[in-house]
Every structure is written in C-alpha cells, then in structure tokens.
C-alpha cells in the first residue's frame, strides 16, 4: 500500500506481470478493509501515508492477530531500525528498483 496514485499503479502492474494478484490500497484503514475479504500473502507497506500511517496499520494487523509478512517500501529515515520494530520481512528504500522490489517480494511470497 502506497499513498502515491504512481507507485501504486506501477507496484499494481508489475506485481501482476509477475503472476501476483494483487490489490492496491491508498492507506492503512483501506488496507485493513480489504484484509477482511482479500488475504494476501505479502504486504508491501510503506510507512509515512495519510489517514493511517505504516506504524498504525501494523500495529493493527498485529492486533487482530494476522501473520502476514510486510515488506517495507519508503523514504522514511532509519528503515532497518523501523522494520526490525514492525517484525518486517524485509526493506526496500525509495526510491526503488523493480529489478530489486520484485525478487525480494518474490522470496518473502515463497516462504509463507
């Protein structure tokens, strides 16, 4: 989930070409939402959004007892520190490479 309508539908299309499905949420509270009828295997989470920020949606996914693995995509200052806080399977700093997001989230998708 992105609050960025671009990276969004890139995420959306290249996830796809990949054989994902996939289902694009703008912020936490979409996110959460879409949990109740759509469980995905992954969640590529990025930190700093409106409405309900990364810290708030995983600290809510928690609550509700849900296992499943975030990968962290965001600009947010000391990634690592804030992915080793959220259990998060792994890290992807923006600005971004496919050529790195998608073998990544590819890697945390087969270990589910």
Do not use: C, Y
């Not at 936490?28 to 990025?46: H, M, W």
């Amino acid at each position: 989930m992105d609050d960025d309508p671009d990276i969004r539908e890139l995420l959306f299309t290249a996830l796809e070409d990949e054989g994902f499905e996939v289902f694009p949420a703008a912020n936490g509270q979409e996110a959460l939402a879409a949990i109740r009828t759509f469980r995905p295997d992954v969640i590529v989470l990025d930190l700093m959004m409106p409405v309900m920020d990364g810290w708030q949606f995983a600290k809510e996914l928690r609550a509700r007892d849900e296992d499943i693995p975030l990968v962290l995509l965001s600009a947010a200052r000391d990634l690592n520190t804030h992915a080793k806080n959220l259990a998060a399977a792994d890290v992807i700093e923006k600005p971004f490479d496919l050529a790195e997001l998608l073998p990544k989230i590819a890697r945390v998708a087969a270990a589910v």
